[in-house]
């Protein structure tokens, strides 16, 4: 079970948006801004896509934001497109005795 | 161009050990705090050390604690992970990640990873 939690699976349709979420605690996504997201495809390495809860490394897209709402962070993909399909992870800084967290992955799928 | 090559991986018996390298390259490596995450077949990503910018500090997730120890050599730019006592469940493929700020607060480039696999 991982630290913080993921739908394990979420879908739209090209141009629509789509939200994904990573619920944790106080311990963790609530009491840091230090909340990054991470795309994997399939047999490849993560890519950093958002840091810091909001932040986006150049050359990420804009249709890519983040957020974060008390223990929740949220990911959005707006104006979907095909290549967006792969898997999401978001991560967050959690103390210096667990350090770092990981959600157990969104595979978003482009219908 | 900033590149991480992680080497070592490999065909293990449980209970045996193995000794993962990161080697690093295309930015001051003695500048940057260093991390280890691994991705069981199938599975999410998960947190398993990270080592201080000089290796003075050194952190591991609950189930390495005692069986793995990270360390780094500024000298060779290479990072590494003993790994002992190895249980199927280690089972994975291990990443070296650049942690971009030491602060633990995300990773910014990523290597390819190396396999490792424990048979029982």
């Known amino acids: 079970q991982s630290a913080l939690t993921q739908p394990p699976s979420a879908s739209g349709s090209p141009g629509q948006s789509v939200t994904i979420s990573c619920t944790g605690t106080?311990?963790?996504?609530?009491?840091?801004?230090?909340v990054s997201w991470y795309q994997q495809y399939s047999g490849k390495a993560p890519k950093l896509m958002i840091y810091d809860v909001s932040k986006r490394p150049s050359g990420v897209p804009d249709r890519f934001s983040g957020s974060k709402s008390g223990n929740t962070a949220s990911l959005t993909v707006s104006g979907l497109q095909a290549e967006d399909e792969a898997d999401y992870y978001c991560s967050s800084f959690a103390g210096y005795n667990s350090l770092v967290v990981f959600g157990g992955g969104t595979k978003l799928t482009v219908l | 161009e900033v590149q991480l090559v992680e080497s070592g991986g490999g065909l293990v018996q449980r209970g045996g050990s193995l000794r993962l390298s990161c080697a690093a390259s295309?930015?001051?490596?003695?500048?940057?705090?260093m991390h280890w995450v691994r991705q069981a077949p199938g599975k999410g990503l998960e947190y398993v050390s990270a080592?201080?910018?000089?290796?003075?500090?050194?952190y591991y997730g609950n189930s390495m604690k005692g069986r793995f120890t990270i360390s780094r050599d500024n000298s060779k730019n290479t990072l590494y992970l003993q790994m002992d006592t190895l249980r199927v469940e280690d089972m994975a493929m291990y990443y070296c990640a650049r942690d971009q700020d030491g602060s633990a607060s995300y990773y910014d480039y990523w290597g390819q990873g190396t396999l490792v696999t424990v048979s029982s």
């Open positions: 295309g930015f001051n490596f003695n500048a940057y705090a």
């Open positions: 106080s311990s963790d996504v609530g009491g840091y801004n230090y």
């Open positions: 080592i201080s910018r000089n290796g003075d500090s050194t």
